[in-house]
Protein backbone atom coordinates (compact mmCIF):
# COMPACT_ATOMS: atom_id res chain seq x y z
CA UNK A 1 0.00 0.00 0.00
CA UNK A 2 1.10 3.47 -0.75
CA UNK A 3 2.28 5.49 2.33
CA UNK A 4 -0.17 8.88 2.81
CA UNK A 5 1.34 11.90 1.35
CA UNK A 6 2.84 14.00 4.15
CA UNK A 7 1.52 17.26 6.41
CA UNK A 8 4.39 19.85 5.85
CA UNK A 9 4.19 22.64 8.30
CA UNK A 10 6.35 25.51 7.96
CA UNK A 11 6.77 28.14 10.73
CA UNK A 12 8.20 31.14 11.20
CA UNK A 13 11.47 30.43 8.71
CA UNK A 14 13.43 33.11 8.04
CA UNK A 15 16.73 33.21 5.96
CA UNK A 16 18.89 35.90 6.06
CA UNK A 17 22.45 36.28 3.83
CA UNK A 18 24.57 39.17 4.66
CA UNK A 19 22.05 42.36 4.50
CA UNK A 20 19.19 40.44 2.56
CA UNK A 21 16.15 38.84 4.48
CA UNK A 22 15.40 36.69 2.07
CA UNK A 23 12.24 34.76 4.06
CA UNK A 24 11.21 36.47 6.81
CA UNK A 25 8.82 34.17 9.21
CA UNK A 26 6.87 32.71 6.50
CA UNK A 27 4.29 29.96 7.90
CA UNK A 28 1.63 27.76 6.08
CA UNK A 29 0.87 24.11 5.96
CA UNK A 30 0.62 21.97 3.40
CA UNK A 31 -2.23 19.28 3.80
CA UNK A 32 -1.81 15.60 3.16
CA UNK A 33 -2.18 14.58 -0.84
CA UNK A 34 -2.75 18.13 -1.88
CA UNK A 35 -1.13 20.26 -4.23
CA UNK A 36 0.23 23.43 -2.94
CA UNK A 37 1.83 25.97 -5.13
CA UNK A 38 4.20 28.92 -3.78
CA UNK A 39 4.52 31.80 -6.03
CA UNK A 40 5.30 35.30 -6.08
CA UNK A 41 7.76 37.76 -8.10
CA UNK A 42 11.53 37.69 -8.49
CA UNK A 43 13.21 37.58 -5.94
CA UNK A 44 10.36 36.60 -3.49
CA UNK A 45 12.38 34.11 -1.39
CA UNK A 46 10.70 30.87 -3.09
CA UNK A 47 14.18 29.02 -4.44
CA UNK A 48 15.37 29.80 -0.32
CA UNK A 49 12.46 27.95 0.74
CA UNK A 50 13.25 24.95 -1.56
CA UNK A 51 16.48 25.02 -0.31
CA UNK A 52 15.39 24.95 3.43
CA UNK A 53 12.85 22.12 2.86
CA UNK A 54 15.42 20.15 1.52
CA UNK A 55 18.31 20.30 4.07
CA UNK A 56 20.17 23.04 2.20
CA UNK A 57 19.88 25.98 3.96
CA UNK A 58 19.78 26.28 7.59
CA UNK A 59 17.22 28.94 8.62
CA UNK A 60 18.23 31.54 11.26
CA UNK A 61 14.46 30.44 12.43
CA UNK A 62 11.33 28.47 12.52
CA UNK A 63 10.49 25.36 12.32
CA UNK A 64 9.46 22.65 9.52
CA UNK A 65 7.91 19.68 10.58
CA UNK A 66 7.26 16.59 7.79
CA UNK A 67 4.20 14.78 9.92
CA UNK A 68 6.02 16.86 13.43
CA UNK A 69 9.10 15.25 12.79
CA UNK A 70 11.91 18.31 12.69
CA UNK A 71 13.38 18.50 9.62
CA UNK A 72 15.92 21.64 10.51
CA UNK A 73 19.43 20.42 11.12
CA UNK A 74 18.85 17.65 9.20
CA UNK A 75 21.65 17.09 5.95
CA UNK A 76 19.51 16.67 2.35
CA UNK A 77 20.14 12.80 2.14
CA UNK A 78 18.34 12.66 5.92
CA UNK A 79 15.83 14.80 4.64
CA UNK A 80 15.05 12.16 1.61
CA UNK A 81 15.13 10.06 4.16
CA UNK A 82 12.40 11.40 6.06
CA UNK A 83 10.40 11.40 2.46
CA UNK A 84 11.17 14.62 1.15
CA UNK A 85 11.93 14.51 -2.74
CA UNK A 86 12.75 17.15 -4.80
CA UNK A 87 13.03 17.85 -9.08
CA UNK A 88 15.05 20.45 -9.71
CA UNK A 89 14.74 23.56 -11.91
CA UNK A 90 17.29 22.37 -14.36
CA UNK A 91 17.13 18.57 -14.01
CA UNK A 92 20.03 17.42 -12.21
CA UNK A 93 21.41 14.17 -13.80
CA UNK A 94 24.85 13.15 -13.52
CA UNK A 95 25.18 12.89 -17.57
CA UNK A 96 27.37 10.38 -18.52
CA UNK A 97 25.19 7.75 -16.33
CA UNK A 98 22.14 6.25 -17.91
CA UNK A 99 18.61 7.01 -16.47
CA UNK A 100 18.37 3.91 -14.71
CA UNK A 101 21.86 4.26 -13.05
CA UNK A 102 20.53 8.27 -12.17
CA UNK A 103 17.22 6.57 -10.85
CA UNK A 104 19.08 4.04 -8.88
CA UNK A 105 21.56 6.68 -7.56
CA UNK A 106 18.78 9.10 -5.87
CA UNK A 107 17.13 5.62 -4.39
CA UNK A 108 20.57 4.37 -3.53
CA UNK A 109 20.60 6.06 0.19
CA UNK A 110 17.20 4.56 1.22
CA UNK A 111 18.84 1.45 0.58
CA UNK A 112 20.63 -0.72 3.31
CA UNK A 113 22.85 -2.93 1.10
CA UNK A 114 25.08 -0.13 0.82
CA UNK A 115 28.84 0.12 -1.12
CA UNK A 116 30.88 -2.93 0.42
CA UNK A 117 27.58 -5.31 0.40
CA UNK A 118 27.10 -4.98 -2.81
CA UNK A 119 30.87 -5.55 -3.86
CA UNK A 120 30.55 -8.37 -1.58
CA UNK A 121 27.12 -9.35 -3.09
CA UNK A 122 25.76 -10.20 -0.13
CA UNK A 123 22.40 -11.43 -0.46
CA UNK A 124 20.64 -8.60 1.43
CA UNK A 125 22.26 -6.05 -0.84
CA UNK A 126 21.28 -7.96 -4.09
CA UNK A 127 17.38 -8.55 -2.73
CA UNK A 128 17.51 -4.44 -2.21
CA UNK A 129 19.49 -4.00 -5.68
CA UNK A 130 16.50 -6.42 -7.16
CA UNK A 131 13.80 -4.25 -5.18
CA UNK A 132 15.53 -0.72 -6.47
CA UNK A 133 15.64 -1.96 -9.87
CA UNK A 134 11.49 -2.97 -9.65
CA UNK A 135 11.03 0.17 -7.95
CA UNK A 136 12.94 2.14 -10.63
CA UNK A 137 10.98 0.48 -13.45
CA UNK A 138 7.87 1.23 -11.96
CA UNK A 139 7.95 4.71 -11.14
CA UNK A 140 9.12 5.12 -14.89
CA UNK A 141 6.59 3.39 -16.26
CA UNK A 142 3.81 5.53 -14.11
CA UNK A 143 5.64 8.66 -15.94
CA UNK A 144 5.43 7.02 -19.05
CA UNK A 145 10.03 7.31 -19.28
CA UNK A 146 10.39 4.21 -18.78
CA UNK A 147 11.13 3.69 -22.84
CA UNK A 148 14.20 6.27 -21.62
CA UNK A 149 15.95 3.92 -19.14
CA UNK A 150 18.87 2.80 -21.07
CA UNK A 151 19.53 6.00 -22.99
CA UNK A 152 22.28 7.65 -21.20
CA UNK A 153 21.38 11.02 -19.73
CA UNK A 154 22.78 13.43 -21.29
CA UNK A 155 21.09 12.00 -25.03
CA UNK A 156 17.76 13.46 -23.25
CA UNK A 157 15.97 16.37 -24.66
CA UNK A 158 14.75 19.17 -22.69
CA UNK A 159 11.42 18.31 -21.78
CA UNK A 160 12.04 14.66 -21.43
CA UNK A 161 15.05 15.48 -19.35
CA UNK A 162 12.51 16.84 -16.76
CA UNK A 163 10.15 14.32 -16.78
CA UNK A 164 13.04 11.84 -15.68
CA UNK A 165 14.10 14.63 -12.97
CA UNK A 166 10.35 14.05 -11.46
CA UNK A 167 10.50 10.55 -11.57
CA UNK A 168 14.33 10.76 -10.14
CA UNK A 169 12.60 12.27 -7.07
CA UNK A 170 9.33 9.64 -7.08
CA UNK A 171 12.25 7.00 -7.25
CA UNK A 172 13.35 7.85 -3.57
CA UNK A 173 9.55 7.06 -2.47
CA UNK A 174 8.95 10.68 -1.01
CA UNK A 175 5.33 11.53 0.82
CA UNK A 176 6.55 15.28 0.12
CA UNK A 177 7.19 15.93 -3.46
CA UNK A 178 8.95 19.73 -4.16
CA UNK A 179 8.22 20.43 -7.41
CA UNK A 180 10.95 23.39 -8.81
CA UNK A 181 9.40 25.32 -11.69
CA UNK A 182 8.36 21.82 -13.66
CA UNK A 183 6.93 23.58 -16.40
CA UNK A 184 10.08 26.36 -17.20
CA UNK A 185 10.54 26.35 -20.90
CA UNK A 186 8.39 23.89 -21.81
CA UNK A 187 6.08 23.69 -25.17
CA UNK A 188 2.13 24.24 -24.42
CA UNK A 189 1.74 20.36 -24.96
CA UNK A 190 4.49 19.06 -22.55
CA UNK A 191 2.71 21.69 -20.31
CA UNK A 192 -0.34 19.73 -20.39
CA UNK A 193 1.63 16.66 -19.70
CA UNK A 194 3.02 18.37 -16.71
CA UNK A 195 -0.20 18.98 -15.37
CA UNK A 196 -1.84 15.48 -15.50
CA UNK A 197 1.38 14.16 -14.42
CA UNK A 198 1.46 16.45 -10.67
CA UNK A 199 -2.65 15.81 -10.51
CA UNK A 200 -1.99 11.99 -10.99
CA UNK A 201 1.09 12.02 -8.41
CA UNK A 202 -1.16 13.38 -6.04
CA UNK A 203 -4.94 11.82 -6.87
CA UNK A 204 -3.24 8.47 -7.58
CA UNK A 205 -0.32 8.26 -4.73
CA UNK A 206 -1.78 10.70 -2.25
CA UNK A 207 1.67 12.22 -2.38
CA UNK A 208 1.70 15.70 -1.20
CA UNK A 209 2.82 18.13 -3.62
CA UNK A 210 4.48 21.79 -3.31
CA UNK A 211 4.82 23.78 -6.60
CA UNK A 212 6.97 26.37 -7.21
CA UNK A 213 5.97 27.45 -10.73
CA UNK A 214 5.65 30.68 -13.14
CA UNK A 215 2.85 29.78 -14.74
CA UNK A 216 0.04 31.37 -13.30
CA UNK A 217 -2.63 28.55 -15.89
CA UNK A 218 -0.70 26.06 -14.68
CA UNK A 219 -0.85 26.44 -11.18
CA UNK A 220 -4.64 27.82 -10.67
CA UNK A 221 -5.56 25.26 -12.53
CA UNK A 222 -4.46 22.11 -10.32
CA UNK A 223 -4.07 23.71 -7.16
CA UNK A 224 -6.19 23.54 -3.91
CA UNK A 225 -3.81 25.76 -2.43
CA UNK A 226 -1.64 28.85 -2.86
CA UNK A 227 0.77 30.67 -0.91
CA UNK A 228 1.99 34.25 -2.22
CA UNK A 229 5.55 35.48 -1.19
CA UNK A 230 6.70 38.61 -1.47
CA UNK A 231 9.77 40.09 -0.69
CA UNK A 232 10.68 36.94 1.52
CA UNK A 233 7.00 37.38 3.79
CA UNK A 234 3.87 35.47 3.48
CA UNK A 235 1.41 37.66 1.18
CA UNK A 236 -1.67 35.32 1.71
CA UNK A 237 -2.33 31.68 1.63
CA UNK A 238 -5.69 30.25 0.15
CA UNK A 239 -7.70 28.57 -2.61
CA UNK A 240 -6.77 29.58 -6.17
CA UNK A 241 -10.29 31.88 -6.35
CA UNK A 242 -9.64 33.92 -3.20
CA UNK A 243 -5.80 34.05 -3.96
CA UNK A 244 -6.57 35.51 -7.47
CA UNK A 245 -8.48 38.47 -6.36
CA UNK A 246 -6.77 39.19 -3.15
CA UNK A 247 -5.55 43.07 -3.54
CA UNK A 248 -2.52 42.81 -1.60
CA UNK A 249 -1.53 39.59 -4.28
CA UNK A 250 -2.53 41.77 -7.31
CA UNK A 251 -0.48 44.66 -5.76
CA UNK A 252 2.71 42.78 -4.96
CA UNK A 253 1.98 41.27 -9.23
CA UNK A 254 1.47 44.58 -11.02
CA UNK A 255 3.91 46.69 -8.60
CA UNK A 256 6.86 44.45 -9.39
CA UNK A 257 5.91 44.70 -12.93
CA UNK A 258 5.13 48.71 -12.92
CA UNK A 259 8.13 49.02 -10.96
CA UNK A 260 10.01 47.07 -14.01
CA UNK A 261 8.08 48.90 -16.60
CA UNK A 262 9.00 52.62 -15.16
CA UNK A 263 12.72 51.24 -14.70
CA UNK A 264 12.93 50.41 -18.50
CA UNK A 265 11.69 53.48 -19.93
CA UNK A 266 13.44 55.30 -17.54
CA UNK A 267 16.45 53.83 -18.63
CA UNK A 268 15.35 54.29 -23.02
CA UNK A 269 17.90 57.48 -23.86
CA UNK A 270 14.85 60.44 -24.41
CA UNK A 271 13.77 60.91 -27.83
N1 LIG B 1 22.94 32.47 -1.62
C1 LIG B 1 22.47 33.71 -1.53
N2 LIG B 1 23.26 34.74 -1.09
C2 LIG B 1 22.79 35.99 -0.99
N3 LIG B 1 21.52 36.35 -1.28
C3 LIG B 1 20.69 35.39 -1.73
C4 LIG B 1 21.11 34.02 -1.88
N4 LIG B 1 20.06 33.29 -2.33
C5 LIG B 1 19.04 34.16 -2.46
N5 LIG B 1 19.41 35.40 -2.10
C6 LIG B 1 18.56 36.60 -2.09
O1 LIG B 1 17.39 36.28 -1.36
C7 LIG B 1 16.24 36.83 -1.98
C8 LIG B 1 15.28 35.71 -2.36
O2 LIG B 1 15.84 34.99 -3.45
P1 LIG B 1 15.22 33.63 -4.01
O3 LIG B 1 16.15 33.11 -5.07
O4 LIG B 1 14.88 32.72 -2.90
O5 LIG B 1 13.87 34.17 -4.71
P2 LIG B 1 12.94 33.46 -5.80
O6 LIG B 1 11.55 33.79 -5.42
O7 LIG B 1 13.30 32.02 -5.92
O8 LIG B 1 13.32 34.21 -7.14
P3 LIG B 1 13.24 33.67 -8.67
O9 LIG B 1 11.78 33.55 -9.02
O10 LIG B 1 13.91 34.77 -9.44
O11 LIG B 1 13.97 32.37 -8.73
C9 LIG B 1 16.73 37.63 -3.18
O12 LIG B 1 16.88 38.97 -2.77
C10 LIG B 1 18.07 37.00 -3.48
O13 LIG B 1 18.93 37.94 -4.09
Avoid at 119 to 147: I, M, N, T
Avoid at 226 to 235: I, P
Wanted: aromatic fraction near 4%.
Amino acid sequence: MTAPGARLQVSDVTVRFAGVTALSGVTFTAEPGTIHAVIGPNGAGKSSLFNVLSGIYKPAEGSVRVDGSELIGLAPHRVTALGVGRAFQNASMFAGLTVEENLLLGRHRLGRGGVFAAGLRLPYARRSEREARAKVREVAEFLGVDHLLALPAAELPYGEAKRVDIARALATEPRLLLLDEPAAGMHTHEKVEVRDTIRRIAAERQITVLLVEHDMGLVMGISEQVTVLDFGQVVTTGPPGRVTSDEAVIAAYLGRAGAAQKARSESQPPS
